[in-house]
């Protein structure tokens, strides 16, 4: 998975405080779940969802943590 644009270091360090508190609560990241709750943090800045759930994903695998992709409801905002 390659990211098409570069977060802000703001949203980067969201991804990375997001994800290492999911390694406490889950066995697996739900990459798209965790990029979802990041994007409406940041919904003003319109970025793609797949951007961020890149980074998301990238992050995770740096830190050894089993990733998953589980299919979105589609988003209506």
Request: charged share 25%.
């Amino acid at each position: 998975m390659t990211m098409l644009i570069k977060l802000t270091d703001d949203m980067q360090r969201v991804v990375e405080v997001k994800v290492r508190s999911k390694i406490d609560e889950a066995p697996v990241l739900d990459v798209n779940a965790t990029a979802e709750e990041i994007r409406q943090i940041f919904a003003d800045q319109n970025v793609a969802h797949e951007d961020i759930a890149a980074s998301v994903a990238k992050f995770a695998a740096q830190c050894g943590y089993p990733v998953e992709f589980v299919a979105l409801a589609p988003q209506h905002d």
